[in-house]
Nanobody, 122 residues
Framework: VQLQASGGGLVQAGGSLRLSCAASGRTFSRYVMAWFRQAPGKEREFVGAIYWSASSTIYADSVKGRFTISRDNAENTLYLQMNSLKPEDTAVYYC????????????????WGQGTLVTVSS
């Protein structure tokens, strides 16, 4: 599956952004999908993931209650709604598909989008 993330930008602290991840292929609806982020000088970290049927989502503690993952299988699109943004949320955000193991580990994902930059100013 090929992925393309979009929607990043510059936002003030407390603001909101919605990221999108468009997927190619007819098997999108079968995949667990996830969002990761990578801040400058830091390792890529798990943000959240959603089950193929959207029946289950999990989030990193750092974003729980502020971020919401959703998906539209008919449109082959994954979303990340980010509210109450903080400067520490500044990072390049990546979508990823179809993990081979733990959803929390980036090495378990073979398919990645190109990343979209989110910058939160204080």
């Amino acid at each position: 599956v090929q992925l393309q993330a979009s929607g990043g930008g510059l936002v003030q602290a407390g603001g909101s952004l919605r990221l999108s991840c468009a997927a190619s292929g007819r098997t999108f609806s079968r995949y667990v999908m996830a969002w990761f982020r990578q801040a400058p000088g830091k390792e890529r970290e798990f943000v959240g993931a959603i089950y193929w049927s959207a029946s289950s989502t999990i989030y990193a503690d750092s974003v729980k209650g502020r971020f919401t993952i959703s998906r539209d299988n008919a449109e082959n699109t994954l979303y990340l709604q980010m509210n109450s943004l903080k400067p520490e949320d500044t990072a390049v955000y990546y979508c990823a598909a179809n993990p081979s193991g733990s959803w929390y580990l980036p090495d378990n994902f073979a398919s990645w989008g190109q990343g979209t930059l989110v910058t939160v100013s204080s």
